[in-house]
Structures are given as C-alpha cells and as structure tokens.
C-alpha cells in the first residue's frame, strides 16, 4: 500500500512512473537451532551406514554373589544369559519440490537452490520434534515421576501433574535430576546434557546462576544469556521439544542424559535433481532421509514434567 494521498494530488504510481519492485532475495527465515548431534552418539550404528535395517547389541549380565564359608559346597553355576538390544532402522522422510523451466528462466532469483535448503531445515525441524517427543517416553522408570531416584523422594513431576517452575526451583530441579542419574551411576559420562524449553531457559537464566561467583564464569547469563555447565551438565535451550503451552494442563518436559543413552543413524540422505522430467518442462528436487534412533541405556535419561508458575 502506498502513502496515502492529498486530496487533489494526483497518484503517479498510478500512471505507472512510479515501479513495483521486487527483491533480489527471500526474506529471512527462522530456522530452530537443532540438538540432536549434541545428545547423541553414532556407536553400535555405524555397520548399518553399508548394509541392514537391524543391528543386535549385546548387553553383560550381572553376576549374583555369594558369601562364602570354610567347607562350603558352591551353588550351581548360573548362566550368564541377558537380553541383548535390538536397535532397526525403520523411519524415513522426503520431500519433493518442484519449480517450472519457465518460472526458473524468467525469476529474477535462482529459486531452485533456495527451495531445496529450504526444503532441507524443514525435514531437519521435522526430524528432531519427532525424535523429542519420543524420546520423553523412554527414561527409567526410576528416572522420572512423583517418586524418582533409588530414595524414591525426588519429585519430578508427571504429565497429570506437573512441577510449577520458577526462578527458584529450576536451579535446584537440574540439580535433583542429576542426582537421579546418580543414582542409576549414569552420571559418570563426560557428555552430560540438558534441553530445556526456551522459556524455562529464561527462568534458569535469571536464578541463582546470574551470580558469577556462584557458576564460575566470566560474565554472568544475565548479561550473555547463555547458560553452560551446571553441574557439570550442558545446558542448552531448545523450541523443538514440545509445542505445549507450559500450563498446569499442558505441561513440557525438561530432559537431562548422558550421550551413551541414545544411539542416532542418518543410514542415506539422498538428494537428486532431475531436470528432465518426461511429463512437463520443470526440475525437480527430491531429498530422501533414512534415520532412526535407539534409547539403548533408560538409565541414562531423565525426564521432569514441569509448568511455569
């Protein structure tokens, strides 16, 4: 819409000496910051980047132990027979863009590359909101709920009845989940890490971390809004892992692990143009991603249901 006109003066645009121009470029778009390599590991996976849809892992028993007395018959042996991990390959994606030979030629921007990475973050975004939402179903079950940890007295809150969160207790929550994982001794992994909604990362950030004195840093996240360590545990903030609202009713998960817990595969990630389609005049940019993920370790993953108060 032009600005509007005095009355009496006449509209040049309207005469046509006045242009409508259009841009050499897309407007910006805002792609989500994506954390899945962060959280995760390629172990066990990588004979099924050749070959396969399935690989078997291995678990080690746990061998009972016995007192011993002088003179004592031993007990029969046992066998030392667990069952393995079974991880597949079982998900896939793809997208199929399509720009016409004539609007190609004749646009004056080159519309097919900015299409297929567009088309690329899409599937990406795609990919991990449906990888948190199913990985929030898979912690031990003496890693999440009213009653988590060997104690069975940390409260981590459940999806009918949530945790309220504010500056004070999401400190302390972190805290308490590492202390689960602890107690699973699923804490000694050097890849520690924690993915909160963005929200709840403002409420952290405003806690008692802005204290410099208090997390060691240099500046404090007050001023930097970033979060770090705590506890040795990397936090970081992600919008992918839920779309709840962070209500008492609708309340999102704060999910803190180690990287052995969860095994992820990428198995093809295909891109292929044809530009001579038999049907009609256009190229086509087609993407096809083969990827599946495996929680191989529950210990390792800790799940809290909280909502903002």
Same mark, same amino acid.
């Given at each position: 819409m032009s600005v509007p006109l005095s009355i009496g003066y006449s509209d040049l645009k309207a005469t046509g000496l006045i242009p409508s121009l259009f841009a050499k470029e897309f407007n910006v778009f805002y792609w989500p910051t994506t954390r899945m390599s962060q959280v995760t590991t390629g172990i066990f996976y990588e004979p099924l980047l050749s070959m396969g849809d399935q690989i078997t892992v291995p678990n080690l028993p746990i061998f009972g132990v016995f007192n011993v007395t002088k003179g004592m018959d031993l007990p029969e042996p046992e066998a030392p027979v667990i069952a393995p991990v079974v991880m597949t390959v079982n998900r896939a994606k793809g997208f199929n863009v399509t720009v016409d030979d004539i609007d190609a030629k004749q646009s004056h921007i080159n519309i097919g590359p900015k299409y297929q990475k567009a088309a690329y973050m899409t599937l990406e975004r795609a990919v991990e909101t449906e990888f948190w939402a199913d990985i929030v179903t898979h912690a031990h079950a003496m890693n999440q709920g009213g009653g988590a940890g060997k104690s069975g007295n940390i409260n981590l809150g459940t999806k009918a009845a949530p945790i309220p969160l504010n500056t004070g207790v999401s400190t302390k929550l972190l805290i308490d989940m590492f202390s689960v994982l602890a107690d699973q001794s699923a804490e000694s992994s050097t890849d520690l890490w924690a993915i909160i909604p963005n929200y709840a990362a403002g409420l952290l950030v405003q806690s008692d971390?802005?204290?410099?004195?208090?997390t060691g840093d240099k500046v404090s996240p007050l001023r930097t809004g970033d979060i770090g360590k705590i506890n040795d545990i990397l936090v970081?903030?992600?919008?992918?892992?839920?779309?709840?609202? =962070?209500?008492?009713?609708?309340?999102?998960? $704060? $999910?803190? =692990?180690?990287?052995?817990?969860?095994?992820?595969?990428?198995?093809?990630?295909?891109?292929? $143009?044809?530009?001579?389609?038999?049907?009609?005049?256009?190229?086509?940019?087609? =993407?096809?991603?083969?990827?599946?993920?495996?929680?191989?370790?529950?210990? =390792?993953l800790v799940v809290a249901w909280v909502y903002y108060n």
């Amino acid at each position: 819409m032009s600005v509007p006109l005095s009355i009496g003066y006449s509209d040049l645009k309207a005469t046509g000496l006045i242009p409508s121009l259009f841009a050499k470029e897309f407007n910006v778009f805002y792609w989500p910051t994506t954390r899945m390599s962060q959280v995760t590991t390629g172990i066990f996976y990588e004979p099924l980047l050749s070959m396969g849809d399935q690989i078997t892992v291995p678990n080690l028993p746990i061998f009972g132990v016995f007192n011993v007395t002088k003179g004592m018959d031993l007990p029969e042996p046992e066998a030392p027979v667990i069952a393995p991990v079974v991880m597949t390959v079982n998900r896939a994606k793809g997208f199929n863009v399509t720009v016409d030979d004539i609007d190609a030629k004749q646009s004056h921007i080159n519309i097919g590359p900015k299409y297929q990475k567009a088309a690329y973050m899409t599937l990406e975004r795609a990919v991990e909101t449906e990888f948190w939402a199913d990985i929030v179903t898979h912690a031990h079950a003496m890693n999440q709920g009213g009653g988590a940890g060997k104690s069975g007295n940390i409260n981590l809150g459940t999806k009918a009845a949530p945790i309220p969160l504010n500056t004070g207790v999401s400190t302390k929550l972190l805290i308490d989940m590492f202390s689960v994982l602890a107690d699973q001794s699923a804490e000694s992994s050097t890849d520690l890490w924690a993915i909160i909604p963005n929200y709840a990362a403002g409420l952290l950030v405003q806690s008692d971390l802005k204290a410099v004195y208090l997390t060691g840093d240099k500046v404090s996240p007050l001023r930097t809004g970033d979060i770090g360590k705590i506890n040795d545990i990397l936090v970081s903030r992600s919008v992918l892992t839920t779309n709840a609202l =962070g209500t008492q009713a609708d309340p999102v998960p $704060i $999910i803190v =692990g180690n990287k052995d817990a969860i095994s992820y595969i990428a198995q093809l990630n295909r891109l292929r $143009i044809i530009d001579k389609d038999p049907k009609s005049f256009r190229t086509l940019f087609q =993407g096809l991603f083969v990827y599946d993920w495996s929680v191989r370790k529950p210990e =390792g993953l800790v799940v809290a249901w909280v909502y903002y108060n």
